[in-house]
């Protein structure tokens, strides 16, 4: 098979792309190279993406969810989804999907019940007002932390 064609293979990777930092994109697109297993990046917005038969880029419409609504529908059992939204994840989660977020951290079935109440306490701070603050920048521990963490899924496979 020419080294510029996808493997014959279920399994891809997804990526919420809107709010994915750049340097996480830059290791998925090394990974692609390096594997042949095709990453989609789905977006409210145009997402450049390198010339590449494993790499490709899907603009959805503008609205609330649309791009996490493409990500639900299109992966599959044994795919991963890359991504730091609590309810992608859980939803994903429930179709046998692997999900990491940004910072490394892999979402299990169990973990995601504690992440969603957790994000739900918070929301309802925000709510009655009281400032919570946001996540610390990505840092090289984290970027190091995903490279693992997808290197374990993509030798897992």
Same mark, same amino acid.
């Given at each position: ?54 790499? +490709? =880029?899907?603009?959805?419409?503008? &609205?609330?969810?649309? %791009?996490?609504?493409?990500?639900? !529908? #299109? /992966?599959? @059992? ?47 701070? +925000? =709510?009655?007002?009281?400032?919570? &603050?946001?996540?610390? %920048?990505?840092?090289?521990?984290? !970027? #190091? /932390?995903? @490279? ?10």
């Amino acid at each position: 098979m020419p080294a510029d064609t996808p493997q014959p293979q279920s399994q891809r990777i997804w990526v919420d792309a809107d709010a994915c930092p750049a340097v996480i994109k830059d290791i998925l697109f090394r990974a692609a190279q390096r594997t042949r297993i095709p990453v989609t990046l789905v977006a409210n917005q145009y997402i450049r993406v390198p010339r590449s038969p494993f790499i +490709r =880029a899907i603009q959805v419409g503008h &609205g609330y969810d649309v %791009a996490d609504q493409e990500i639900v !529908r #299109q /992966a599959r @059992a044994g795919d991963l989804v890359v991504t730091a939204d609590i309810p992608l994840a859980a939803e994903v989660i429930d179709k046998g999907v692997h999900v990491l977020n940004p910072r490394g951290e892999r979402y299990t079935p169990e973990s995601i019940r504690e992440r969603l109440q957790m994000r739900d306490f918070m929301e309802t701070l +925000r =709510a009655s007002g009281i400032e919570t &603050g946001g996540p610390d %920048a990505l840092n090289q521990r984290d !970027r #190091q /932390a995903f @490279a693992n963490q997808l290197d374990r899924w993509l030798n897992g496979r």
